[in-house]
């Protein structure tokens, strides 16, 4: 019998004061909601150092998660560039010690965010891809020896000039790579925002990554780049329609039973929603929509 292509749904968590004891609420509240999966921003937690694992709250982690049914997975450092040279053997070790996290808790996936080169670096441009898949193959090698999988993830552009992969070409990296421990990430709301900017063809980007995808992220949005419009309060970008938002299901304008379409994923691929608590009175809601949109993809 043919695995499904997805295999959980859940809610991304983080803690709001660096401890480990502050994701306790959230991941009571999605218990209750009957939720699959959790994905953990490690970056949230005073978890590492300099490369290294501290000791004491990793235990507390592991007798957190322990005491839920979830299936977990990990974000990693949202400030991740492998190919930036100057801090890339720290951007490694960060990476390395993400991966003895998701070790110590059983987590499937660690997410890493795919690299820039700013305009302003044009010396850094040559051989950023070739520096970022060398990362991506140490870190992977490390992540097959915990059974964990490296996820790539698609970012869209932030600044004026910057040098960042499509996600089609998230995908070539991937397969050119052809590490069994790491895999695509399609974050389909970035990947609508980068189409906008660039002029893509979102649905083809998505179908070019979705055969090395292995983990999902959902959150709705306008498919708009942020500009440089000032905000104030964080409803205003709402307001606007601007900018990468992670609206609930349905606040923005993506078409998600097209797109689910598209997303022959690989098996066993988790679907999680980075929607905050800002937005907890929906994520009820939110839960019962993805569920739907994971049993359109297969």
Same mark, same amino acid.
């Given at each position: 019998?043919?695995?499904?292509?997805?295999?959980?749904?859940?809610?991304?968590?983080?803690?709001?004061?660096?401890?480990?004891?502050?994701?306790?609420?959230?991941?009571?509240?999605?218990?209750?909601?009957?939720?699959?999966?959790?994905?953990?921003?490690?970056?949230?937690?005073?978890?590492?150092?300099?490369?290294?694992?501290?000791?004491?709250?990793?235990?507390?982690?592991?007798?957190?998660?322990?005491?839920?049914?979830?299936?977990?997975?990990?974000?990693?450092?949202?400030?991740?560039?492998?190919?930036?040279?100057?801090?890339?053997?720290?951007?490694?070790?960060?990476?390395?010690?993400?991966?003895?996290?998701?070790?110590?808790?059983?987590?499937?996936?660690?997410?890493?965010?795919?690299?820039?080169?700013?305009?302003?670096?044009? /010396?850094?441009?040559? %051989? &950023?891809?070739?520096?970022?898949?060398? *990362?991506? +193959? #140490?870190?992977?090698?490390?992540?097959?020896? !915990?059974?964990?999988?490296?996820?790539?993830?698609?970012?869209?552009?932030?600044?004026?000039?910057?040098?960042?992969?499509?996600?089609?070409?998230?995908?070539?990296?991937?397969?050119?790579?052809?590490?069994?421990?790491?895999?695509?990430?399609?974050?389909?709301?970035?990947?609508?925002?980068?189409?906008?900017?660039?002029?893509?063809?979102?649905?083809?980007?998505?179908?070019?990554?979705?055969?090395?995808?292995?983990?999902?992220?959902?959150?709705?949005?306008? /498919?708009?780049?942020? %500009? &440089?419009?000032?905000?104030?309060?964080? *409803?205003? +970008? #709402?307001?606007?329609?601007?900018?990468?938002? !992670?609206?609930?299901?349905?606040?923005?304008?993506?078409?998600?039973?097209?797109?689910?379409?598209?997303?022959?994923?690989?098996?066993?691929?988790?679907?999680?929603?980075?929607?905050?608590?800002?937005?907890?009175?929906?994520?009820?809601?939110?839960?019962?929509?993805?569920?739907?949109?994971?049993?359109?993809?297969?």
């Amino acid at each position: 019998m043919t695995a499904p292509r997805i295999s959980a749904v859940g809610f991304s968590i983080q803690s709001e004061d660096g401890s480990v004891a502050g994701l306790e609420p959230a991941l009571r509240a999605h218990a209750d909601l009957g939720v699959d999966a959790i994905e953990i921003a490690a970056s949230s937690l005073d978890l590492v150092a300099g490369g290294r694992v501290l000791a004491r709250p990793l235990a507390e982690l592991e007798r957190l998660t322990r005491a839920f049914p979830f299936t977990y997975t990990v974000h990693g450092l949202v400030a991740s560039n492998f190919m930036d040279p100057a801090t890339q053997d720290r951007q490694v070790r960060a990476a390395l010690a993400m991966v003895e996290v998701c070790g110590a808790i059983g987590a499937r996936i660690l997410v890493q965010h795919s690299g820039c080169v700013d305009a302003g670096q044009p /010396g850094d441009r040559a %051989g &950023a891809e070739a520096r970022e898949c060398d *990362a991506l +193959r #140490t870190v992977g090698d490390a992540a097959g020896r !915990h059974g964990v999988r490296v996820a790539l993830e698609n970012i869209f552009t932030t600044a004026p000039g910057q040098f960042r992969r499509t996600p089609s070409e998230v995908a070539a990296a991937v397969r050119q790579l052809d590490h069994p421990h790491v895999v695509a990430l399609i974050d389909i709301s970035h990947a609508w925002i980068e189409a906008t900017h660039r002029g893509l063809d979102v649905r083809a980007e998505l179908r070019a990554m979705a055969p090395v995808a292995g983990h999902l992220h959902v959150h709705d949005s306008f /498919g708009q780049p942020e %500009g &440089a419009t000032p905000f104030y309060y964080p *409803a205003e +970008r #709402t307001a606007l329609g601007l900018g990468d938002l !992670h609206l609930p299901l349905g606040w923005g304008d993506i078409p998600w039973d097209a797109i689910a379409a598209d997303l022959a994923v690989l098996p066993g691929t988790v679907l999680m929603m980075e929607i905050g608590a800002r937005y907890r009175a929906e994520h009820a809601a939110c839960l019962g929509r993805a569920r739907e949109i994971a049993a359109r993809i297969g």
